[in-house]
C-alpha cells in the first residue's frame, strides 16, 4: 500500500464511524487509554468516548478526517483552525464519567486525556490524535493524512501546521522532521509527568506557504 494508492480514501468523520473511530483510537493509543482507565475499567472508558461523540453529534467531530482502506478505517486525524470551530453541544462529560468510573478515576481519566492543552491561533491549523491501526503503520498512511492537513491548510491559506509530540518518540519526530516539520519548543509540564509520566512535549511546526507570499 502506497501513499498514493487508489483504494486510499480520505474523508470528514461522521456519526457512522465513531465505533470505528474508537477502535482505532484504542489500538493506536492503548498505553495512554489504559493509563487513563485502568484495565479493569479500559473498555467502560472506550465506551464513555463513544457515547461523548454520539451525544454531541456531527459537530463534535468537526476537523476529524478518517483514512479508509478497502471500505475498514484504519486510521484518523484532527485538523483544526481557529476560525473554523464550531460550538459543539454541551455534554455533560463529567458526570457520565464519573457514573461510568467512579468519582477519582473519572477526574484521572479527563485529566491524563487533556494533559497537554494548546490555544489555536488564527494564523495555524492545529493537528492532534494521529492514530494509525498497528497493523497498517510504516505503508504510508500517516504522511498521507499529514499531506491531507497541508492541503486543507492551503486551501484555507493557513500559514503554519503545528502539532505536539512526546519529545521522547524519536520515530514519531523522525516522521514530522521527514515532512517538513521543525521543532519550535519544548514544553515541559510537572502534571503530564505525574498523570502519564511523559514530561516533555516537543511543539512543531511547518511553515505550508513558504514560497506563496
Sequence with gaps: MSATAPLYH?????????????????DAFNDKFLQAFGARKFHRGLALLAETWR????AGLQGIWVVEWH???????????????REAPMVPVEWLFIRGLGFFRAMYALS???VIDHSIRFDEMYISDVAVMRAY?????????????????????????TLYVNAHNQSARALYLKMGFQMHQIRRSLWAWVLI???SWALMRKD???GER
Excluded: F, W
Excluded at 480520505?10 to 484504542?26: C, G, M, N, S, W
Design 10 to 26: 480520505i474523508r470528514p468523520a461522521t456519526v457512522a464511524d465513531i465505533e470505528a473511530l474508537v477502535a482505532v483510537h484504542a
Design 55 to 58: 451525544r454531541q453529534g456531527n
Design 197 to 199: 509520566q511523559h514530561a
Design 71 to 85: 471500505d475498514t478505517i484504519i486510521g484518523t486525524i484532527a485538523v483544526r483552525a481557529r476560525h473554523t470551530l
Design 112 to 114: 491524563a486525556l487533556s
Design 208 to 210: 505550508v506557504m513558504v
Design 137 to 161: 503503520r510504516r505503508r504510508g498512511v500517516a504522511a498521507a493524512m499529514l499531506r491531507h492537513a497541508e492541503q486543507e491548510a492551503r486551501r484555507q491559506r493557513i500559514k503554519y501546521l
